[in-house]
């Protein structure tokens, strides 16, 4: 199972940018997106469970962020509009089997892409 993500990069507060994570190998039930800020623990941002085919975010971005999955490819998308300089960190995508209760756990995710960085800042 490989997972890469895209997408990340540099853009000023108020934009947009949109990830992407590939993933090889076999379909799973949550695939999931997390992110880490400097000197800050790795937070849930958002995540597609499979279970009832709900999309499920962090309060933090909610409304700002969409995620979105294309079944054919296997790809799952973040699109982040009203990027804030509090959304800068490395974006990670993850794949698993969690239950409905643990769909925001990155313990219930077993694999893991390497991360893209965002950075918001003018």
């Known amino acids: 199972v490989q997972l890469q993500a895209s997408g990340g990069g540099l853009v000023q507060p108020g934009g947009s940018l949109r990830l992407t994570c590939a993933a090889s190998?076999?379909?799973?039930?949550?695939y999931g997106w997390f992110r880490q800020a400097p000197g800050k623990e790795r937070e849930f941002v958002g995540a597609?469970?499979?279970?009832?085919?709900?999309?499920y975010y962090a309060d933090s971005v909610k409304s700002r962020f969409t995620i979105s999955r294309d079944n054919r490819k296997n790809t799952l998308f973040l699109q982040m509009n009203s990027l804030k300089p509090e959304d800068t960190a490395v974006y990670y995508c993850?794949?698993?089997?969690?239950?409905?209760?643990?769909?925001?756990?990155?313990?219930?995710?077993?694999?893991w892409g390497r991360g893209t960085l965002v950075t918001v800042s003018s």
């Open positions: 993850a794949a698993g089997n969690p239950i409905l209760s643990s769909v925001s756990t990155d313990s219930a995710y077993n694999y």
């Open positions: 190998g076999r379909t799973f039930r949550g």
């Open positions: 597609f469970f499979g279970g009832n085919n709900r999309i």
